[in-house]
């Protein structure tokens, strides 16, 4: 069986990002448990994270930034959200873009159905202005 998704704000393709201003991307998972699977990671530099990165006991809620440190700036970088079902039936997947005084955007809100078997991506390119 497919994902099915629920488009709150479709995947924008490419998002415009300027680190020099303060800019950043905050991300979320919200999922409705027993156990989450998910992974976060790059073209450029891999996999940066997954659930197990986060201390505790598995949660329902899953928060990071991304692009806060001048090391993670990169042109035309492909960013990308793996999920699977397996232990867990339904995500929802939110970026938004902040900057020094807060929320500038909500970028990126989808939710996700799946069964034991299934996986998906969502993928998006960053664009440094």
Do not use: C
Request: proline share 9%.
């Amino acid at each position: 069986m497919a994902v099915t998704r629920v488009h709150h704000i479709p995947n924008p393709q490419t998002v415009p990002v300027s680190p020099t201003s303060g800019q950043f991307l905050f991300f979320r998972i919200t999922d409705k448990g027993p156990g989450p699977r998910f992974s976060f990671a790059t073209d450029v530099k891999g996999q940066l994270l997954n659930q197990g990165t986060f201390p505790g006991p598995a949660s329902t809620k899953y928060e990071w930034t991304y692009l806060r440190d001048p090391s993670d700036v990169q042109q035309f970088e492909l960013l990308s959200v793996g999920l699977l079902f397996a232990t867990n039936a339904e995500y929802r997947y939110q970026v938004s873009l902040h900057g020094p005084a807060g929320l500038i955007r909500d970028l990126l809100d989808i939710e996700y159905k799946g069964t034991p078997t299934d996986f998906d991506t969502e993928v998006f390119r960053v664009l440094i202005v």
